[in-house]
Structures are given as structure tokens and as C-alpha cells.
């Protein structure tokens, strides 16, 4: 730590090589510059394949094989993977047919364990492929590997020493044998001062032998090494079923801090398959556990997907679910998704597996919209592990608070995190929220370049966290977005980190600003409109202060002018719109509530002359206790659940209260129907307004009226 504090050599200059978590537990006051090492993008994983074959049928073949497999898929942006899986598919494509290649990662390391068990019989016994694979020799090397695997795992070791060897049985002169013989399972290396290192090939395969040593143990002696409490004693006074083993190793996976069982634990749920252990005979005994064994581990793995378990852990657990060959939570959301019937009322189960479906697709997560699926903070939490695939999340407006920040802080400390672009904006994440980000922000790792915080409640202590933030990681924020907010004095420290060379920040946005926007909710971006009486029909008739307008029976003589409608009972504002705007409306009857351009049709009869009518406005009309949207002329009724809350609004069905906010940089237009001080969520538009908009109404029932209020 010396060393890295400059405390030792301060003119020296360090390069630290490390696993990515390990990273994070280096003050990033201490770095100047950070490398990743990052795995395959899904078109170096086929250049890898191409490249590795010379035959281009099997090259499709293996490529299109992946591609269908979720977790070979997802594994293949290591890149010792793709080279397990091209010995693999390479050897088995010789012996059989494609329909049985191996689909899931158990099958793949079981298979790679045979291609290095054959090789080692023909290379140094001096047999033939057809040969039976496992001499007693080789079950002993396997046995005394998956012991050494199983024991290091646990103690978190990838690299033993010849103490660790001999405490697992392992003489040095056979450890050189086996590094010798198994060149690409176990590797044999020299240290600084000449002192003998082992270490596997990749860390799957320890966690593959690791599994292999624990189903070895409990097929043999009935004792299960994840317990404790076992001892061959205890097996055999009380007999231990599979699915307790199974269950016992569940638990642990999730209690590991650092989800070091992950693997392991798929490993271990694959070997239960009998299929998988038909391909180990003569080294690995039936264990007789059934497929009502393998149903009953599935359905504890579900209640512990429905648990508060962290997002990470829920996709680990999905795939362990694909080890058991059981899908039926993942096929659920795919027919959902294929019907267009994806509803918000998810379980988190459920939720859970639309990550897992989402993570594992073949398209690249290049947008991560949250509002797509439901904008809510519980849902962002279960999709996590998308948002942090993903290089833009789009989650403006979406009710979030601090601890969505708590949560996406931690994917910005990841080394893993595919995102540069993270638009937060008018969430009410205040200060504390701000802390936590800037927290993510002075990770090394953070390669964040596009931050979106406008209309955050963010005060001058939040930002004065972000200033701290930037200053300790200068490397990738190029463009902050503070509008809305109230910085204070931190805003000048900002706008001048974006004039000092040092910095890559290239913008900063912070007006407007000031104290009006920390009140919490749309109201803050109130606007205060008036109705323009040059757009009003004949049959409308507009209040002194042009804040209301009503239906009535009787022609009104207001004069010429080309922007009244001739035909149809609307009215337009007078303010067109560019930025952020809140206004309510008062209404009774049978009204048109629009926002619109201001080239919209004003003479004429046909349907496009309607707000909703058109590609230039967009309209929710209010009916009684019904409500719809309208835009180019195609109207959607919407449910009861968003807009019939009977039982908290007044009793009377045929006038209300609704909302409007206008996001024109974000392009949406949003309807709220207002109780109290609640508002309830109607309909968003989503688009891109291409000139300012017009508050609009249409008056279509007679008595119809319309008033502008005060917030």
C-alpha cells in the first residue's frame, strides 16, 4: 500500500495488474490511468470461431450452436471459453451428430474433461481413442484435482503451493506429472524466487472439478461437503438426500459476499442431470436421484428467485434453472413478450426472468428504456443486471430516489458495466442520491461519459460531491446535465473544470436554476398559460382573464383571423413551448385536452383538423369516468385501473381535474389525473417535437368548459 501511495519510490511509476474486484479496493486518488482488459464482443466471438476453422459448414454449425445456447453464448466473451468450446465442439462434431452437442455448461466441461482424459491416453499411455477412458490412474489424478479445486475455492486460492498439495494427498513429483500430462487443466509455473506454482488452466475448471469432487464425495460416502456437520459417521446414521446436498449448496452461493460459488453451483446442479452422468460412467456413480429430485431443487431455486435476492444473484440462479433443463419461468415471459401483454403486475420472479430472457438475447443492449417495462423503482432494481449490459439507460422520470442510486453507484464502480450514457433526470433524488453517484463516478472503472441529473432537487451539496468526484476520476465524463437544479457556488467550480485542459469535461448545463426547482414533483416546471381569443371557434366563449373557455349556444362575434378554427370547438394558448412545462386543467363535459404545433389545420372539415387528428397534436379526451388518447387519428381507450380510481375522486362523473407536463428535450408529453396533492399516471406520449408546442382544448359536449388553474 506504500508503494501505491507513493509513500516508497514516489518517482516510480507502478503498473498493477488485477482481477476487477479487486480494482475497486485501490483509492482512486492513487490512479492516474486505468486498462481494461475487456472479453469478446458477440463479433469477435464469431471472428475467433472463423478463424479457429478452416471448414466453413462446421464453422456455421458451431456458430449457429452457440448462438442458440444461452449460456455458451454468454460465456463465450472469455476467451478461454471459446477456446474449451472449439476443442470441444471440434471433437464431438467427429463422433456424432449435430443434434448432440452439448447445450449447457456442464455438458461442455464434462466433455472437455473426456477430450483431455482421451488425449492424455494416446499421447502418454500409448492408447487408442476407442480405449475405455478412465484407468484407475486417471480416476486418481481426477479425484486428487477435484479435491485440491474444491478445497483452494473454498479458501478463495487460485494459485497453490506445494503445501496445498500435500495437504490433499498430492506428492510433488505426481503434481509434476499431472501439470506435465493435463498441460490444459493444471499448469505448473516458477515464482519470483524459484518456488514451484500450480494453478488451473481458467478458473471454471477449478469450480468444473471443484462440483465434480463434492457429487464425487456424496455418490460414494453419502457425505455432504458443504456441511459442517457431516462426517461419514453422521452419513450413515442419518441419510442425506440429494436434494438437501443441492439445497445446502444453494444457500451458500447466496451467501457468498462475492458470488465465488456461482459457477460452482451451476457445475454441481448439472452433474444432477442423469444424462450428464451417463457421460461420466466408470468415474462417476448414479446417484439414483430422480426427475422429481431435479423438480423439487428447480422449485426451491424459484422461491429464492421470488426472495430479496440482489439482481446478480437472481440471473446466476436462471442459469442454474437452464443446468436443470427447466425453463418454465423463462418461457412464461417469452410468450408474454410475444403476445405484447407484458404487464406491469409481474411477479419478481418474473421480473427476474425477463433480465435473464433480455441479458441473454442475441441483439446487442445498446438502450435500456425502463419505462418500456414499467417505470418504477422496484423494476429497476430486478433489471439491473441489463441496465449495467446496457451502453444508454433511459430512466427520466420513472419515480426513482436514492436507493436507485445506491444500486446504480455499484454498477458504475464495475469493471464489467458496459455504460457510458445515464440519464437520471426529474427523479427526486436530492443530495443524498447525488452522493451516491459520485461514489460510482471515482471508481477507476467508471466509464460513464453522458450524466443526466436535470430537475433532481440536487442543492449546492450534491454537486459539490460531483465536483469531488470528477476531480478524483478526470478520465471519461465529457457532458453534465444540472438544469433544474439549485447549485450554488459548485455550479462556478463545475462550469471552470470545463475550461481547465486537464479535464475532459465538455459541457455542463446548469440554467436554469435556482431555489424554485426543489420542489419536489412536475409542479416545480408550472407555467402559467393564457388562451390566445384569435385561435377561439364562434361557439367558444373565453373569461376576461382568457383563462377559461366554454361551450355555449350562442354564435360569439369575435372578428377575422387566420388562426381561428372555423370549423371545430377548439381553442389554442398563446405560449409556445420548448422547454419543460406543468399546467392543470379544470374540465366538464366532453373535452379535448392537447398539446399541438401551431401549424395545425384550422379551416375544413375533415377528422385531421382534430386534436389527435393529425401527426401535429396529441390529445386525451375526457368523458365522464372514461379516458383515452388520441395522435394521427388513432384513438386507445385506457383501462380502468389507470383512470377509474372511483373510490378516491369525487363523486361526480362528468368533470375532474388533469395535469399536463411537457418534457420537449426528452420528447414526452405526460397525463396526469390530479386528487389532492397525488397525481395519477394517465398516458405518456413518447416522440421527438421538432418546434415549440400549444396547449390546445376541444369542447364537444354542450356546457363543455375548460379553466387554466393556479398551482
Request: charged share 20%; aromatic share 8%; hydrophobic share 35%.
Amino acid at each position: 500500500m506504500n508503494l501505491i501511495r507513493g509513500n516508497l519510490l514516489p518517482s516510480a511509476r507502478l503498473w498493477i495488474t488485477t482481477r476487477p474486484a479487486a480494482a475497486n479496493q485501490i483509492p482512486a486518488q492513487c490512479v492516474d490511468m486505468v486498462t481494461e482488459v475487456r472479453g469478446f464482443t458477440d463479433t469477435q466471438k464469431e471472428e475467433y470461431f472463423r478463424k479457429r476453422f478452416t471448414n466453413e459448414e462446421q464453422t456455421n454449425i458451431i456458430i449457429s450452436h452457440i448462438k442458440r445456447s444461452r449460456s455458451l453464448h454468454i460465456m463465450c466473451h472469455i476467451p478461454v471459453f471459446c477456446w474449451i468450446t472449439a476443442t470441444v465442439l471440434e471433437d464431438v462434431l467427429k463422433t456424432t451428430d449435430r443434434r448432440q452437442l452439448p447445450k449447457t455448461l456442464t455438458e461442455m466441461y464434462i466433455h472437455f474433461l473426456v477430450v483431455q482424459v482421451k488425449l492424455k491416453n494416446i499421447k502418454y499411455d500409448g492408447r487408442s481413442e476407442t480405449d475405455p477412458h478412465w484407468s484407475p490412474e486417471t480416476r486418481k489424478m481426477i479425484e486428487s484435482l477435484g479435491k485440491l479445486a474444491f478445497e483452494q475455492l473454498e479458501k478463495g486460492n487460485l494459485i497453490f503451493y506445494e503445501s496445498d498439495l500435500t495437504e490433499c494427498g498430492i506428492d510433488i513429483s505426481s503434481a509434476s506429472v499431472y501439470s506435465g500430462v493435463f498441460t490444459e487443466v493444471f499448469k505448473e509455473e516458477r515464482g519470483l524466487y524459484q518456488d514451484k506454482r500450480f494453478c488451473f488452466i481458467h478458473l471454471s475448471v477449478q469450480e468444473f472439478l471443484a462440483a465434480l469432487h463434492v457429487h464425487q464425495t456424496f455418490t460414494n460416502t453419502g457425505v455432504n461437503l458443504l456441511s459442517e456437520e457431516q462426517t461419514s459417521v453422521w452419513s450413515k446414521l442419518y441419510k442425506v438426500k440429494p436434494v438437501q446436498l443441492y439445497q445446502t449448496a444453494v444457500d451458500q452461493a447466496l451467501q457468498s459476499p462475492n458470488g465465488h460459488l456461482d459457477l460452482f453451483l451451476r457445475f454441481l446442479l448439472g452433474l444432477s442431470l442423469q444424462t450428464n452422468q451417463s457421460l461420466l460412467q466408470s468415474l462417476v456413480k448414479p446417484t439414483g436421484s430422480s426427475s422429481k429430485t431435479n423438480q423439487k431443487t428447480a422449485e426451491y431455486i424459484k422461491e429464492k428467485i421470488s426472495e430479496n435476492v440482489s439482481a446478480e444473484r437472481s440471473i446466476n440462479l436462471f442459469h442454474c434453472l437452464n443446468e436443470l433443463e427447466d425453463g418454465s419461468l423463462v418461457d412464461q415471459i417469452q410468450q408474454y413478450l410475444r403476445s405484447g401483454r407484458l404487464s406491469t403486475e409481474l411477479s419478481p420472479a418474473q421480473w427476474s426472468a425477463l433480465a435473464f430472457i433480455l441479458l441473454s438475447s442475441e441483439k446487442d443492449l445498446d438502450v435500456f428504456d425502463l419505462k418500456e417495462y414499467s417505470g418504477s423503482e422496484e423494476v429497476l432494481l430486478r433489471l439491473l443486471p441489463v441496465v449495467k449490459a446496457s451502453n444508454k439507460a433511459l430512466l427520466s422520470g420513472c419515480n426513482l430516489s436514492e436507493t436507485s442510486c445506491e444500486a446504480l453507484s455499484s454498477v458504475l464502480r464495475s469493471q464489467s458495466s458496459s455504460l457510458t450514457h445515464l440519464d437520471l433526470s426529474n427523479n427526486d433524488l436530492k443530495d443524498s442520491g447525488a452522493k451516491f453517484l459520485s461514489d460510482g463516478l471515482k471508481s477507476p472503472g467508471c466509464r460513464l461519459d453522458t450524466l443526466r441529473l436535470s430537475g433532481c432537487l440536487i442543492t449546492e451539496e450534491g454537486c459539490s460531491s460531483l465536483v469531488s468526484a470528477l476531480k478524483s476520476n478526470p478520465s471519461h465524463l465529457r457532458l453534465l446535465d444540472l438544469s433544474y437544479n439549485h447549485p450554488g457556488a459548485s455550479g462556478q467550480e463545475l462550469s471552470a473544470l470545463v475550461e481547465d485542459s486537464h479535464w475532459r469535461l465538455d459541457a455542463v448545463r446548469l440554467d436554469p436554476a435556482g431555489v424554485r426547482w426543489l420542489k419536489p414533483g412536475p409542479w416545480r416546471h408550472f407555467c402559467e398559460l393564457t388562451l390566445d381569443p384569435n385561435t377561439a371557434n364562434d361557439w367558444l366563449r373565453l373569461s376576461e382573464n382568457n383563462k377559461k373557455v366554454e361551450r355555449v349556444k350562442e354564435l360569439q362575434s369575435y372578428p377575422d383571423h387566420q388562426d381561428r378554427f372555423e370549423v371545430f370547438p377548439q381553442v389554442m394558448c398563446s405560449t409556445g413551448l420548448t422547454g419543460r412545462c406543468y399546467w392543470e386543467v379544470q374540465w366538464s363535459g366532453l373535452v379535448y385536452i392537447s398539446v399541438t404545433y401551431r401549424g395545425v389545420r384550422r379551416k375544413g372539415d375533415g377528422d385531421d383538423g382534430v386534436f389527435g387528428g393529425n401527426h401535429q397534436s396529441w390529445s386525451l379526451v375526457c368523458c365522464g369516468d372514461e379516458y383515452s388518447v388520441c395522435h394521427e387519428n388513432k384513438c386507445t381507450d385506457l383501462p380502468p385501473s389507470s383512470s377509474s380510481l372511483s373510490l378516491l375522486f369525487s363523486s361526480s362523473s362528468s368533470s375532474g381535474t388533469v395535469s399536463v407536463y411537457v418534457d420537449c428535450p426528452a420528447g414526452s408529453v405526460s397525463f396526469y389525473r390530479v386528487f389532492s396533492d397525488k397525481l395519477i399516471h394517465l398516458h405518456t406520449f413518447k416522440t421527438t417535437f421538432t418546434e415549440p408546442l400549444f396547449a390546445g382544448f376541444g369542447l364537444y359536449g354542450p356546457g363543455s368548459s375548460v379553466c387554466l388553474c393556479d398551482v
